[in-house]
């Protein structure tokens, strides 16, 4: 029979800069008597890792544009907010009803370049980690020093989506884990050569992970333990659809 | 210390027009020696529902209209599933690339219309239930009728999207939960008030689901337990974007 286990790790305690994620992951591990095993996929809520990184900003550190004082008012969103979506951003995608969708330096298409005001205290907001992978690779090598163990890593964000309502959590950097699982050539019970079997594992990982971690529960870590990944380094990179092949990019 | 669990189950067995889903899932909970809690979530993949409910096409039972036949050509798909899709769909959202995106009678917008040609033997489709909501009502009142328990239920499907590479699951039907968590106005831990916490939790554990389902594996059916359902009736038509606020509608 089929398993896995989501189990939440809570009481971090506050991630300040310079602080190694790994190091309070493992301590929080060692609290909740949890021994890593090889094949667990810690999901990490980008967050933390951004405040680790410091990639956090005073809102009144930045000097709004023309252009971010113009989207702002059209949006109704604070100008020095959208300075920093602008910064953060590859392109606009689409604007409307007080949203914005960009594509983020990384490629990620998303609302807000990811910037977020919650869970960082007043007057400040959080950007997404510069390179997430190099960001999940740090602390799988980190946990690997302290432990002897090499989990896979998976950097979560929430990302909205086209059509659907609410977010979804999906994975924006990723280490020690092929995060699709291509099935294309296999045969199904009948025969039938499966052409579209592609999924997206570390996103539905994530996804997993987000149940065990909310949004105002305290919990910025989560085990996914039970899955028989492939040892095999991967990138997030591999979960952006490639424009060419994009049939929602051209507007 | 949060924690889910994710129970694959496997064996259902063949599943033919007329069988009762509720009864085989709980033969083989029976098999596997589970009980089922009242908290549980059964997520079920959409075909063997489909299957159940004779929602299975023969691809040359239908007889191709000259739309389907162009379009199929230029697709470079079969005419006869052409047909099926678009009987199958409101209206066309996009072609290219031999992909075909529309929105379905039930307002979902995917590839094919959810025709699927997996698992259901060479010449033949599944069609999506006509009405998953329905669909998972019925399982869920008569696994009450079978044990006494009323698990909630969500009826998955695979669906792309657009940015992304990959596949993940979400519900197409819901029955005893309600698919998207509303957080909005709760405070964050520096008191921030939280404008756009809204997850799609039915979709997040269709996900959560999927890692232990796969697509050759012969799981059709996965248990989500230990998430603190409110037990309240909910739809899969609440995670469908309304069009006046849907950004990616309007072409």
Redesign the interface.
């Known amino acids: 029979?089929?398993?896995?286990?989501?189990?939440?790790?809570?009481d971090l305690g506050e991630v300040v800069k310079g602080a190694s994620i790994a190091n309070l992951l493992c301590q929080a591990c060692e609290r909740?008597q949890i021994s890593l095993l090889k094949n667990d996929v810690l999901v990490v809520a980008h967050k933390i890792v951004s405040k680790a990184e410091g990639q956090i900003l005073r809102l009144d550190s930045v000097q709004p544009s023309d252009r971010a004082v113009e989207l702002a008012q059209k949006l109704g969103k604070d100008p020095s907010l959208l300075e920093i979506i602008l910064r953060e951003s590859r392109r606009i995608i689409?604007?409307?009803?007080g949203?914005i969708?960009v594509e983020t330096h990384h490629g990620?298409?998303c609302?807000n370049a990811g910037v977020d005001?919650?869970?960082?205290?007043?007057g400040y907001v959080a950007l997404l980690p510069r390179d997430p992978d190099r960001s999940a690779r740090k602390i799988r090598r980190e946990i690997e020093q302290l432990t002897g163990i090499a989990p896979a890593v998976i950097i979560s964000d929430?990302f909205?989506?086209?059509?659907?309502?609410?977010?979804?959590?999906?994975a924006v950097g990723v280490s020690g884990l092929k995060?699709?699982?291509d099935?294309r050539g296999?045969?199904?019970?009948?025969?039938?050569e499966?052409?579209?079997?592609?999924?997206?594992?570390a996103?539905?990982?994530a996804?997993?992970a987000?149940?065990?971690m909310?949004?105002?529960?305290?919990?910025p870590v989560a085990i996914?333990r039970g899955?028989e990944i492939e040892n095999e380094e991967g990138s997030a990179r591999?979960?952006?659809?490639p424009e060419a092949?994009?049939?929602?990019?051209q507007f």
């Not at 005001?117 to 007043?122: A, C, D, E, T």
């Not at 296999?186 to 039938?192: E, I, L, S, V, W």
């Not at 591999?238 to 659809?241: A, F, G, I, Q, T």
């Not at 092949?245 to 990019?249: A, H, K, N, V």
Request: aromatic residues 8%; without cysteine.
């Open positions: 029979m089929k398993r896995l286990e989501i189990i939440g790790l809570s909740a689409r604007t409307g009803g949203t969708i990620f298409i609302a005001l919650s869970n960082v205290g007043p929430s909205g989506r086209p059509w659907r309502m609410g977010t979804v959590d999906v995060p699709v699982k099935e296999k045969t199904d019970r009948y025969g039938y499966l052409k579209a079997s592609v999924s997206a594992i996103d539905e990982m996804s997993a987000e149940l065990v909310g949004k105002t529960d305290g919990v996914v899955y591999e979960l952006v659809r092949t994009d049939l929602f990019r």
